[in-house]
């Protein structure tokens, strides 16, 4: 047998290529091979939703390759991701290959495997299938309604809302959410509530708490208890009361672990527990999964990281219970294994939840093998698998109703509660993180207590408190609110959040996403004008159809044809709108939150400076602000801010910082700030000697935040990340002029984030070399020979258009002339005329 297996990346080709051993070639179509040009028509609705795609240079010379290597093969096996963005994958890989006529009579195989080790490869090499075309068209489906909805309101956008980045199909939910959770927080107005606590002694002197729960058999609520004055009256009445034991109640509880991780959970746990980005947890993933050099034997150590499902394969918990039982005992293991049932209603991203490959595998084990990051989470996604098929905890919650008659005449009840672990059970080895803090006053222990004893009251406290807004989104909290809601998939939660921070609608504060005043003022024209396309449940509605067409449920030209017949209808309403009415209508939205309240609580609009002129939102250079309706006569601004109130002034940084000591050198790091802004300084500036090393702290990034091992970190760029595969030599990272790059030869690409500086593998920052290196070359789309003069022609299909190429003459080509139809006279003709348009000079250099 001879067969050549193609995969998505070299590093999952490298581990392949040693389990299957002779009669097998495994090759790299890194990504996707192709996709829809970034202009008008590359889906086409009058069409039928034809679908123009295009192979950029760097693919062009992979798909070349397989093409070759095929030559000697008698077997194409298509071996990506086994979910739909794998299966399209191979679906391009194998329509380039037709077209290029390299299949003629080689036979072609699917296969899929959920994991990189040796059986999972093996297994799925004997189960070949032909490719999946329910999910090419949920594919298809997804990739049309994205590009149309990008390419049809984006130029919308650009037009009535100067300043505007994009909108999105998804991002424009997931931006509306973070908007609205701003505008929540601020509308809310606090509400001041009390509560009354005593401190209290049982008969053997132990002391707990109690909180007055009833008033004369009323039931009290949380805000019952409103101002001061009937705080103190309450705690008056008490101060010298008579407290007894009225009832005692204890119940068992249980407490059963969490499903093993899924995509979703994953990103969340690892952005609590271990303060990773989404993007940077997937990254990571990808790694562990793709395989890892352990001590001579390169093996993935965990299965697909890309599913919305929780079952777990029936040698995955036989391998945990075994893990548990050897090192936790038969107590921790329960009699029969859990078996969890997936909540999506079209789980069919992978096969499987996120699990060790081999449960037997200790995270102390692998450690040595792995990067900081790899190796804490895969410690995470170890303990979470294992922890799944553990015994429950056990728990004892104990609720005390303390009597007592007040010095007003009033029956008063306190209530006591708390509760203690009896066993630890899945605990002992995983608690699972929260977004926000949560009341942990039942994780108290009572004392013993019995019905009618008498208890003694040492403190009578009336305690104040205020009503909280809503807390900001988290990643980790709105990736589960869009799961909630039914919108986004596996593969795209992280693309969504790194969107919205690219478009820059969002930013990071403390963890936590604020919209930007761009982002805001996107959010309430599209609600105002194009309602129908942000609704949570349509959105959702859209998603189910296109998993209802992976299941082979739904016709997915249908669908495009039912949804661009009214989302068309809908883009042209607003195409007489003026740019002043979109402004007026966003003021009316946004009023409450961008302009201060009056007296009567409505938005007061008058201008602060003039007092004659409105205030109204504007649009400029930099984006929108407020302004007065008098200017120029009045040249009051101020930028876009919640509540009406100006910008706070950034607080004073500090601007020499000591930080701590270099581990390795003894000498003082520094966080500073100069003429080009802040940084960090290894050492002392001296007289005559050598300038200390500096490394600039990148854009983005709170200079309040840098600490000592992240200071470290920019000092020591740049770093290595590997050795290019095709030449050998050093890709680097590093922070230059124009912010984080990585560096092969002499080719840079920027990176979009600094996070991505400490993290990026080889395998992303080959692909960003190569991308940046197909924008300077133009794909050839013909070779047209000699031009008379001397010097090939070419056409090359440019930004804007195919166009004839000779020497430094570049003729554009006529639209009513298809690339693959130019003859060289025509071409000659062309260039002709372009030279006459340039007062004849020729083309090409002298000599």
């Known amino acids: 047998m001879n067969a050549l297996v193609i995969v998505e990346s070299p590093a999952k080709a490298k581990t392949i290529n040693k389990y299957l051993g002779r009669g097998y070639r495994v090759l790299a179509s890194y990504g996707h091979v192709r996709d829809l040009p970034a202009k008008d028509g590359s889906v086409d609705p009058d069409r039928d939703f034809a679908m123009k795609w295009q192979v950029d240079a760097k693919s062009a010379k992979r798909l070349n390759d397989i093409a070759r290597a095929l030559k000697d093969a008698d077997e194409l096996i298509l071996a990506t991701d086994p979910d739909r963005e794998g299966e399209a994958i191979s679906w391009h890989v194998l329509e380039v290959l037709k077209k290029k006529g390299a299949l003629k009579d080689k036979e072609v195989a699917r296969v899929v495997f959920n994991a990189v080790t040796p059986a999972a490869v093996r297994a799925a090499m004997e189960e070949p299938r032909d490719i999946d075309r329910r999910l090419v068209e949920a594919y298809l489906a997804r990739r049309a309604l994205d590009y149309l909805v990008g390419f049809t309101l984006s130029p919308v956008l650009w037009r009535k809302l100067p300043g505007a980045r994009s909108a999105g199909r998804v991002q424009s939910v997931a931006l509306g959410l973070v908007a609205q959770r701003e505008n929540e927080i601020e509308s809310f107005t606090p509400q001041e509530y009390w509560s009354i606590e005593a401190a209290l002694k049982n008969a053997a002197g132990d002391a707990f708490t109690a909180k007055v729960a009833e008033i004369d058999g009323r039931k009290l609520k949380k805000l019952d208890i409103a101002n001061e004055e009937q705080a103190k009256a309450i705690e008056t009445a008490l101060r010298d009361a008579a407290f007894s034991v009225r009832k005692v109640e204890s119940k068992p509880q249980q407490r059963h672990p969490?499903?093993?991780?899924?995509?979703?959970?994953?990103?969340?746990?690892?952005?609590?527990?271990?303060?990773?980005?989404?993007?940077?947890?997937?990254?990571?993933?990808?790694?562990?999964?793709?395989?890892?050099?352990?001590?001579?034997?390169?093996?993935?150590?965990?299965?697909y990281m890309r599913t919305d499902a929780v079952t777990v394969a029936p040698e995955g918990i036989a391998q945990a219970r075994e893990v548990i039982a050897r090192r936790f005992g038969d107590a921790w293991l329960p009699e029969k294994p859990r078996a969890y049932k997936t909540k999506a209603k079209a789980a069919q991203e992978a096969h499987e939840a996120i699990r060790p490959t081999d449960a037997t595998r200790h995270p102390e084990e692998v450690r040595q093998y792995l990067s900081k990051e790899e190796a804490a989470l895969y410690e995470l996604i170890w303990k979470r698998a294992i922890a799944a098929q553990m015994s429950s905890a056990r728990f004892e919650r104990t609720t005390a109703d303390i009597?007592?008659?007040?010095?007003?005449?009033?029956?008063?009840?306190?209530?006591?509660?708390?509760?203690?672990?009896?066993?630890?059970?899945?605990?002992?080895?995983?608690?699972?993180?929260?977004?926000?803090?949560?009341?942990?006053?039942?994780?108290?222990?009572l004392p013993p207590l019995a019905e009618g004893e008498t208890v003694t009251a040492q403190k009578i406290e009336a305690r104040q408190h205020f009503t909280e807004p809503p807390p900001r989104y988290t990643e980790a909290s709105l990736i589960r609110k869009l799961e909630e809601l039914g919108i986004g998939r596996p593969s795209t939660y992280t693309a969504i959040l790194t969107t919205l921070r690219d478009r820059e609608y969002v930013r990071m504060e403390k963890k936590r996403l604020v919209p930007e005043g761009r982002g805001r003022l996107v959010t309430a024209f599209l609600e105002?004008?194009?309602?129908?396309?942000?609704?949570?449940?349509?959105?959702?509605?859209?998603?189910?159809?296109?998993d209802r067409i992976a299941a082979g449920e739904e016709d997915w030209?249908?669908?495009?044809?039912?949804?661009?017949?009214?989302?068309?209808?809908?883009?042209?309403?607003?195409?007489?709108?003026?740019?002043?009415?979109?402004?007026?209508?966003?003021?009316?939205?946004?009023?409450?939150?961008?302009?201060?309240?009056?007296?009567?609580?409505?938005?007061?609009?008058?201008?602060?400076?003039?007092?004659?002129?409105?205030?109204s939102l504007k649009v400029g250079k930099f984006g929108a602000f407020i302004g007065c309706s008098n200017y120029p006569d009045c040249n009051y601004t101020r930028q876009l801010t919640g509540n009406g109130k100006a910008e706070a002034p950034e607080a004073e940084s500090q601007d020499d910082v000591l930080l701590g000591e270099d581990p390795d050198t003894g000498l003082p790091v520094y966080r500073r700030s100069g003429r080009f802004g802040p940084y960090v300084q290894l050492g002392e500036a001296v007289k005559g000697g050598e300038k200390p090393?500096?490394?600039?702290?990148p854009k983005g990034v709170d200079p309040a935040s840098v600490d000592l091992d992240y200071a470290l970190k920019l000092l020591a760029l740049p770093r290595e990340i590997g050795k290019h595969p095709e030449t050998g030599e050093p890709v680097l990272a590093g922070i230059g002029r124009y912010g984080p790059y990585v560096q092969h030869r002499r080719t840079y690409a920027n990176l979009k984030s600094a996070d991505e500086l400490f993290t990026i593998g080889i395998n992303r920052a080959v692909d960003l070399l190569a991308r940046k290196e197909q924008r300077g070359t133009r794909q050839v789309l013909k070779e047209l020979g000699e031009h008379p003069e001397g010097g090939a022609m070419q056409v090359l299909d440019g930004r804007y258009g195919p166009y004839v190429k000779w020497g430094r003459i570049n003729a554009t080509l006529p639209k009513d002339i298809a690339p693959e139809d130019v003859t060289p006279q025509q071409a000659v003709e062309l260039i002709a005329a372009k030279q006459a348009r340039k007062g004849g000079k020729r083309g090409r250099k002298a000599g």
């Open 258 to 303: 969490a499903p093993p991780f899924t995509t979703s959970t994953l990103e969340q746990e690892a952005s609590r527990k271990l303060g990773f980005t989404s993007r940077q947890t997937m990254q990571v993933a990808q790694k562990l999964y793709e395989g890892v050099d352990i001590g001579g034997e390169t093996v993935g150590l965990i299965t």
């Open 403 to 445: 009597a007592a008659t007040g010095a007003d005449g009033k029956d008063y009840a306190l209530r006591a509660t708390g509760q203690v672990l009896r066993f630890d059970g899945f605990l002992t080895l995983y608690r699972e993180g929260v977004d926000d803090k949560e009341d942990e006053e039942d994780a108290r222990r």
């Open 528 to 546: 105002s004008f194009f309602p129908r396309y942000v609704e949570y449940d349509f959105t959702a509605a859209l998603e189910e159809k296109l």
């Open 557 to 615: 030209k249908r669908l495009l044809r039912d949804f661009w017949v009214e989302f068309k209808a809908t883009v042209e309403k607003t195409e007489g709108l003026r740019v002043s009415d979109v402004l007026e209508a966003l003021n009316d939205i946004l009023g409450p939150q961008i302009f201060p309240r009056g007296a009567d609580g409505q938005p007061d609009r008058a201008c602060p400076q003039c007092k004659e002129g409105t205030l």
């Open 693 to 697: 090393k500096r490394a600039s702290i």
